[in-house]
C-alpha cells in the first residue's frame, strides 16, 4: 500500500504534493470525471490535498480507465511543440504543415532540470504533456523491463533449458512459464476481460483486449521457440539435428491448430497460459508502480 495524492476532479495521481499544486495552477483545467461533483474549485483543490492510502490494484484500475478514455477522446488534436489544442482537425493539420511551431519553454526547463540533476542512464525528450498524462522516453537500462512490443528477455536462458523447453510435453506453457521467471519480462498484468501492457514504444502501459493478449502472447512463444531450434541445431550441442525435428513440426502443429481449431480449444489454451500470467501478478503490479513512481519523481504525471 501507497499514499498519493489524488486530484478529485480527474484522478491524476502522484505522491508529491507540490505536483498536485503545480496541477491545480495549469491554466487549462483538467477535465471533470464525474459530472455529478459539486464542488467549487476551492473544495476540489482541498480535497485533492488529501493524501489517501492506495493499492497497487487501485492505482491499476485508475489508470486503466484514464487510458481507455484517452483512446475514446475526440480531443487528438494537439501540437507537442507549441502544447496548443486545435478543436478542428482542418486548423491542426494546417498549423502542422507550416511547420511554425516553437519548443515550448516547459519542455526545455524539464530537460535541463534533469540534466542538471544528472540522473543517470535517463534521456528524457520532447516531454508530451496532455491534460494529465506525459510521454517521456526512458532509457530502459533504469526501468528493467521490456516491452511487451519487444522481444523477450531470454538472456537467463541457456542451451540446456531451451532443449528441455523444446522437447517438453507443454511447449508454450512450460516455455512461458520460463520466461516470467524473469523479471525483465513482467510487463504484462490481465485485470478481468482486458490485459495492461507495458509498451516500450511510447513508454508507458496500455490496454489491450484480453483476446488480443493471448494471440499475441501465442505468437512470441511461437516466435522464440522457433529461435531456440534454430539456435540449437546451428551450434555444437551434444543432440543431432534430427533429435529437434520432430519437436519443431508437433510445436508448428499446435501452433496452426490454435488458429484453425474451435473456440472452445483455443479457450483451454489461453487459460494454460493465463495461469502463468496469473502466478506472477503481484511482482508485475509492482512493476507497474515501479515505472509509476519513476515517472511521478520527474515530472508527477501518470503513465
Not at 487528438?76 to 491542426?92: A, E, Q
Not at 541457456?158 to 517438453?168: H, I, N, P
Not at 514504444?201 to 493478449?213: M, P, T
Amino acid at each position: 500500500m501507497t499514499y498519493y495524492f489524488t486530484c478529485k476532479r480527474c484522478e491524476y495521481f502522484t505522491k508529491y504534493k507540490i505536483d498536485m499544486k503545480r496541477h491545480y495552477e495549469k491554466q487549462k483545467k483538467c477535465k471533470l470525471k464525474d459530472e455529478s461533483f459539486n464542488y467549487s474549485d476551492a473544495e476540489f483543490y482541498e480535497l485533492s490535498l488529501i493524501k489517501k492510502e492506495y493499492s497497487p490494484n487501485d492505482l491499476i484500475a485508475m489508470n486503466c480507465n484514464a487510458i481507455t478514455e484517452e483512446k475514446h477522446d475526440s480531443k487528438k488534436n494537439y501540437c507537442s511543440k507549441c502544447d496548443l489544442y486545435f478543436s478542428k482537425t482542418f486548423n491542426y493539420n494546417r498549423h502542422i504543415k507550416t511547420n511554425k511551431c516553437k519548443i515550448n519553454e516547459k519542455d526545455n526547463n524539464i530537460n535541463n532540470t534533469i540534466n542538471n540533476n544528472n540522473i543517470v542512464n535517463n534521456t528524457v525528450n520532447n516531454p508530451i504533456i496532455n491534460n494529465q498524462y506525459i510521454n517521456i522516453n526512458v532509457n530502459m537500462n533504469n526501468s528493467n523491463i521490456k516491452g511487451f512490443d519487444e522481444k523477450w528477455d531470454l538472456s537467463k536462458i541457456d542451451k540446456f533449458q531451451m532443449s528441455g523447453l523444446l522437447t517438453s510435453n507443454h511447449k508454450f506453457s512450460n516455455t512461458l512459464q520460463k520466461i516470467l521467471e524473469n523479471e525483465a519480462n513482467l510487463n504484462v498484468i490481465v485485470n478481468n476481460d482486458v490485459g495492461i501492457v507495458y509498451k516500450s514504444e511510447n513508454d508507458k502501459y496500455e490496454v489491450i483486449s484480453k483476446k488480443e493478449l493471448m494471440k499475441q502472447t501465442i505468437d512470441k512463444i511461437y516466435q522464440h521457440l522457433n529461435e531456440f531450434y534454430n539456435e540449437l541445431i546451428n551450434s555444437d550441442f551434444e543432440k543431432e539435428s534430427d533429435f529437434f525435428d520432430k519437436h519443431i513440426k508437433n510445436i508448428k502443429q499446435s501452433y496452426n491448430r490454435y488458429y484453425y481449431k474451435t473456440e472452445d480449444f483455443k479457450n483451454k489454451a489461453d487459460e494454460a497460459l493465463l495461469y502463468f500470467y496469473n502466478q506472477v501478478k503481484e511482482e508485475a503490479e509492482k512493476k507497474y508502480v515501479e515505472k509509476l513512481e519513476e515517472k511521478t519523481k520527474i515530472e508527477g504525471f501518470i503513465i
